[in-house]
């Protein structure tokens, strides 16, 4: 039975049960319930005096805020759909997503002013606050459907150029109630908890958070874009019980100088998640916050978590278990499936399919592409290779288009580098194929060493011997000074491996 409900009705409720509780705070800004309703009324009021109508879509162009939250209830209870641009990306990535998006107004952030747009903006400062004033209060008679698209969210762009995700009301609502009454282990939901949102707005790292907390009547604590040192900062001044971050923000957490001295008594749970984390930083984070930890895999498609690793599974330490992402959460499915699309046994390896209540509508002007990974009974396919254990523990070994096949053995980047980050003198390492003459492909590790380090290609494969199979260990070590990684924080492994690969096709699965 399908229990969820629309976002504009899950912020109604919390505006009439806690109307004074704080839903937003950003800066010296503060949000209560009862302001976060009233104005997403009048937001969907001026989108319709604007001329928009039911399934039109708002662009959105802009780092995190308590505005951009608001603005994102106005379009849900409008029954629009928002379509935030990730600001990181290049102005001709931008002008393309705003293009194909069709939208009939540009909301976006004094910073991106000069951003070209053809109809209505609104800047997002004081206008904004003075727009949604002026618009009427009276409620919205637009009747709003779970299965209508709310927001259209952009693919990382890890393997590709970067797909729009079209998510319904039913996707950012349905598993919640379903996951607090049959999964005890899941993190602590109480309605009136604090939750820092650091990750970008236009991933669902970050939209995930401000639907969830929508969900659950808890206060976000808006962040303009990840900063360790006020992460750090709020989670002492006020008492942030909770934060999702991908495990290359962790790192830069653990590592900021003002972790040594901090008092992190109050964080009660660490989320994390978006990329594979290596075995070393997660216990370093477990040793260093003395919190509930939890992994979350998913991805845009799947409106973000469909696999979960819970604070037990951290605290019983055990290693093999600690490299799972974890199990499937109650109403979600997952299978291995071979190249032709068959499941396969447990154990045994594979791509990885998710059933899920959260499965995307589909890709936004993309039909071919949604039919190549969503079936006609509701799985979607990763692009992920995995392995399901007997006792349904999900390992996730690497993306599909990253494997390296080096003399007929499949190799997972992933997991080289996890092995190679435990050296004490590597900061950060990304692993790659190569053409090989004589193996096809070969393994390379390009390496970021720490500062002053004194390491050579000849310490880096020696290392790798020692942890992992000859096949797997790097024939050849590159070292530079950072590693591409897009604004989730993912390596960018195609960009790594473009320069070898010039003039040449590389066999992907
Ligand atoms: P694109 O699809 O454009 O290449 P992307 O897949 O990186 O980009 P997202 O939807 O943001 O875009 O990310 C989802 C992917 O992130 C997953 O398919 C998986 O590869 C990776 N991922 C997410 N969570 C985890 C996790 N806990 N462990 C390992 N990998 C993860
Ligand atoms: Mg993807």
Redesign the pocket.
Known sequence: QDKSRTLGEAVAQWAADTPDAVALRHGDVTVDWRTYDENATQIANGLAALGLKKGDRVAYLGKNSARVCQLLMGTARAGMVLVPAIWRLAAAEVSTILGESESGVLFVEPLFESQAFEGPRIVMDERFDEWVARQSAAPVTTEVDRGDVFLQL??????????G?MLTHRNATVLRPIVEQELPGWFSSQPGDTLIHAMPFG???GAGSVTGAANAGQQLIVHSEFDPGLIIRDIQQYGAKQAFLAPAALAMLLDHPDAKDADFSKLEGMA??????PLDLLQRGVERLGCDFA???????TYGTV?YLGPEDHRAGCERVMRS?GKALPGVEIRILDEDGEPLPPGAIGEVAIHSPTNMAGYWKKPEETARVLSADGWMR???AGILDEDGYLF?Q??IKDMIISGGENVYP?EVESALYGHPDIADVAVIGVPDERWGEAVKAVVVRRPGADLDAGGVIAWAREKIAGFKCPKSVDFIDVLPR?P?G?ILRRELRAPHWEGRDRQVN
């Not at 994390?272 to 984390?277: E, L, R």
């Not at 992994?295 to 498609?301: A, C, H, I, N």
């Open positions: 952009y693919t990382s762009g890890t393997t590709g150029v970067p797909k995700v991933h669902i790292a994390y998640g978006a990329s594979p984390i992994q979350m895999y998913g991805m845009t498609e696999v992402a990763t692009g992920d996730i690497d993306r992933a897009n989730s993912k």
